[in-house]
């Protein structure tokens, strides 16, 4: 026959131009698949060292001041794959305040929160409720609440702030708003919420500080430690040894709804097994000297340092001491892919 015919090929590209003048489309020869086997993140490994980070803080305690109504002095971790933060959905930043200072009151619709790394004398007002922080709490901020934080002590006071800034940002949810005084009006009683909710085990039988989803804003690092001592008693988990979530002591669940927390300990000794699962990490090491593969990268780390793992890479934590063990408060997006329906994992 004389007659060729259109390939499928032909026949969409020639439809391309004909339906782009109403807003339409079809999928192109040339476009990428629209689905991929597995998740192929651009966020890339990542290993930040105390020593940088050290030397990075003392720029911005240099460099940049607070005043009413500024952005926070922080050293953001970036990620070369990442446009915008430090994974797909998180904020990871560490912040530095210095003796008399003030970061003023805001709000916005991002969850916060913050693991003490150093330092004494600084508190923080979460809409209204202050709190001293200690090294080793974690303190949430959810979403919308006011808050404001202030050093009183004598030495700098560092702290990692993490927020799900991208989460919030890609589904146009993002509020922000500034109050017009550096500091909120404190409640009369100090820590209210972790002294009716904060024994994780009993509940005030008229709770008057369960005010959000979550009724507990700080998690004080012995309370959690010793958490951890006593589930490491028992077999370790072939990947993660101890790893504890903090959780909202009213529900069993996680203790953000979108953002993962958990701290970790490698007992002396330990090699895990690799596996995989989606959702993106970060690591601060609070303490121990350990080694984690990822895909088919080695970072060696030792305490101050931070690591960044991205969805669906093959990783293994172990610890290289045979005599002391390794802490890590690790964070993590795997809260939201939960609610979602999105979990998967695989062991290797
Ligand atoms: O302390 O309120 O790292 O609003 C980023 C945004 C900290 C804070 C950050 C914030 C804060
Ligand atoms: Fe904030």
């Not at 971790?77 to 446009?83: C, K, M, S, Y």
């Not at 002590?153 to 702290?159: I, N, T």
Request: aromatic share 8%; proline share 7%.
């Amino acid at each position: 026959m004389g007659m060729t015919l259109a390939s499928d090929a032909d026949n969409r590209r020639a439809l391309a131009a004909e339906l782009q003048a109403m807003n339409f489309a079809v999928h192109q020869p040339e476009d990428p698949p629209l689905f991929t086997d597995a998740p192929e993140p651009a966020m890339q490994p990542m290993h930040w060292r105390a020593a940088d980070i050290a030397a990075g803080l003392d720029r911005i305690g240099e460099m940049i001041k607070l005043e009413q109504g500024s952005v926070r002095r922080t050293l953001r971790l970036t990620n070369p794959g990442v446009e915008y933060g430090t994974t797909p959905t998180l904020w990871a930043s560490i912040q530095y305040i210095l003796p008399g200072e003030i970061a003023t009151a805001h709000r916005h619709t991002p969850g916060a929160l913050r693991f003490i790394m150093k330092g004494t004398g600084a508190n923080t007002i979460v809409d209204g409720e202050q709190y001293q922080m200690n090294e080793g709490d974690l303190v949430l901020t959810p979403g919308w609440t006011f808050h404001d934080h202030q050093h009183n002590g004598s030495e700098p006071m560092v702290w990692l702030d993490v927020l799900d800034i991208n989460l919030v940002r890609s589904m146009n949810a993002t509020f922000f708003e500034d109050l017009n005084a550096p500091r909120q009006a404190v409640n009369s009683h100090q820590d209210a919420s972790h002294r009716e909710f904060g024994s994780g085990l009993m509940r005030p039988a008229k709770a008057r500080h369960a005010r959000y989803e979550n009724p507990v804003l700080p998690y004080p690092a012995a309370l959690c430690e010793a958490a951890v001592r006593q589930a490491a008693e028992l077999d370790p988990d072939p990947y993660d040894d101890t790893a504890m979530i903090y959780t909202n002591p009213t529900t069993g669940g996680h203790a953000m709804k979108t953002i993962g927390t958990m701290l970790q300990r490698l007992r002396p000794g330990f090699s895990g097994q690799a596996h995989r699962h989606v959702g993106s990490s970060v690591y601060y090491v609070i303490r121990g000297e350990g080694r984690t593969t990822v895909n088919d990268e080695l970072f060696n780390w030792v305490a101050g340092d931070f690591l960044a793992i991205p969805s669906w890479a093959r990783h293994a934590h172990a610890n290289r001491s045979s005599d002391n063990d390794c802490l890590m408060f690790h964070v993590n997006d795997f809260p939201a892919l939960e609610a979602l329906g999105l979990w998967h994992e695989s062991g290797e």
